[in-house]
């Protein structure tokens, strides 16, 4: 009985004990009613209620700040004219950002102001035309054959306008009217640390290559090219400045043009430029030269001339010949009238060696010529040396004009393709060479004595005032002619032609053709 009892005792006990831990549960069906009667006296789920609604409004307000915040940053980097347009719709909100980023930020805000400052795009430096004072001359020139190659120079170079520098191998006199009309004279330096290995040339050709290079040295301003040419080397400026306008300056060029002798191209280079005939060099060219040329000249010991190591360094440098047909070394004997009476359909730049052709005007001096040929290049360089072939159909004559400087007048017709071909007047550099050595096609002069030209030279030219034209009178040669039996008219009754011609100075800007208005004037 008694472990009875206190078996019931312990069941009883258990069972309080039970009911003490299942009494503050209240069990809830899925709808949230409550399965057993009864109310908790316990706070501590509503505690836990409140954290978790203030924890997350806590979060909501952060992260909406944050997203405001990240807004105002993105706007920042908006284009201006987005800018423009959030401003205009909301300026009270755009001031209000702005001051609170300079509050916020004060350093920040004047750094920006000075990158803007310096973000700010500078206007482009406006372009203006290559003129003559944008040119300095570099001339070759020898001492032994000053005094008489100096009457060259006088002829084109104006020192008022013009900037050059003649380098000689020595001291030469120099008078008072030198000084007026001439490009001041420096001496080269010595070359003779460089070695020199042609028996057949002669070593002056290193100094003369390095003229570029010295001109360079002495910083002049504003230089755009640099030219190079020889004493007995005549350059028609104004056709020259026309060339070299059609080139970007701030690039590298080196421009000139071959020999007429197809044996000198191939004894040198087909793409060298000849120096007698001149050649132009842009600025950042003789820059980029001046820091190689000492070190390339002394890898070409075997060279002949100066052209060839130029030619030699333009090479390492990269940068081809940009060839201009106006510039010519004539490297011919005897008359240019065939070369200069179909001149290529190119401005006329320069004339080269002139002390071994015959005078290009007949029954004057080289000089005498050169100073008659700058008549009508001042009243219309583009034009000078142009030819243009016309024909009277009433004579059947051919009539071919180099202006300012001849005419001829053909009996028969004659087509442009065979008048535009030079005549062979003169003789190749290299005498036993015979006319396939040019290095451009030519025609023989004809021994048919009726297709002889009668040839009239420029004798005079001026301007015609009130039609506002040159007038140029071309005088007969007066060489003997052979009897002709064509039953034809006879061009020998011709005395004077007279050409008029509208300057055109921007002949060379355009695709254009010469028009001529010829008179020709029968002696009765």
Not at 100 to 125: F, I, W
Not at 219 to 235: C, E, L, Q, Y
Not at 286 to 300: F, G, H, P
Not at 366 to 379: C, D, E, F, S
Request: charged share 20%.
């Amino acid at each position: 009985m008694q472990n009875k009892s206190k078996f019931l005792r312990m069941k009883e006990s258990k069972k309080d004990s039970e009911k003490e831990v299942w009494d503050p549960i209240q069990m809830r069906s899925s709808s949230g009613n409550p399965l057993v009667h009864g109310s908790s006296s316990r706070p501590i789920p509503k505690l836990m209620v409140w954290l978790i609604l203030f924890v997350s409004f806590i979060y909501v307000i952060y992260t909406l700040k944050l997203l405001a915040s990240s807004a105002e940053d993105s706007y920042d980097d908006i284009p201006f004219t987005s800018s423009l347009h959030r401003s205009l719709l909301n300026p009270n909100r755009t001031a209000e950002m702005t001051k609170e980023k300079a509050s916020l930020h004060p350093h920040r805000d004047a750094r920006e102001k000075q990158v803007g400052l310096l973000r700010m795009p500078k206007a482009p430096p406006r372009w203006r035309p290559t003129e003559i004072h944008d040119i300095v001359f570099g001339i070759a020139a020898s001492s032994k054959l000053w005094q008489k190659r100096k009457e060259y120079i006088k002829i084109w170079y104006k020192p008022d306008r013009m900037r050059g520098v003649v380098w000689l191998d020595n001291r030469v006199k120099y008078s008072a009217e030198d000084n007026r009309t001439l490009p001041p004279v420096r001496f080269s330096s010595d070359t003779s640390k460089f070695q020199y290995t042609n028996s057949q040339g002669h070593r002056s050709a290193i100094r003369i290559s390095r003229i570029v290079t010295e001109t360079l040295s002495m910083k002049m301003d504003n230089v755009r090219w640099f030219v190079m040419g020889d004493d007995d080397t005549v350059f028609i400026t104004e056709n020259l400045i026309r060339v070299l306008r059609k080139y970007d300056h701030t690039q590298y060029y080196y421009i000139g043009s071959l020999s007429e002798s197809h044996i000198q191209n191939i004894f040198f280079s087909y793409s060298m430029a000849y120096g007698g005939g001149g050649f132009a060099i842009s600025y950042p060219l003789a820059k980029a030269l001046s820091k190689m040329q000492d070190r390339c000249i002394q890898r070409y010991p075997g060279l002949y001339g100066s052209d060839d190591r130029m030619q030699a360094c333009m090479a390492e440098l990269g940068v081809p010949l940009t060839k201009e047909l106006g510039f010519h070394q004539y490297d011919v004997y005897g008359n240019l009238f065939g070369l200069l009476a179909a001149h290529p359909v190119t401005p006329l730049v320069s004339l080269h060696h002139l002390d071994v052709v015959e005078p290009i005007y007949p029954n004057v001096t080289r000089v005498q010529a050169l100073n008659h040929l700058m008549l009508p290049a001042k009243l219309d360089s583009a034009g000078i040396m142009q030819q243009s072939i016309c024909y009277d159909k009433t004579r059947s004559w051919t009539i071919s004009v180099s202006w300012g400087f001849a005419i001829q007048v053909f009996r028969g017709i004659f087509s442009p393709r065979e008048i535009e071909m030079p005549s062979r007047t003169f003789l190749n550099w290299y005498k036993r060479a015979d006319y396939t050595a040019y290095s451009f096609n030519t025609r023989p002069v004809s021994r048919n004595p009726c297709q002889k030209p009668f040839v009239f030279y420029m004798s005079g030219v001026g301007m015609h005032s009130k039609l506002n034209t040159t007038v140029s009178k071309y005088d007969r040669h007066r060489v003997p002619h052979p009897p002709c039996r064509w039953k034809m008219a006879d061009p020998n009754n011709l005395q004077m032609v007279i050409v008029y011609k509208k300057p055109d100075p921007n002949l060379w800007n355009r695709v254009s053709c010469f028009l001529f208005t010829i008179c020709i004037k029968d002696q009765l």
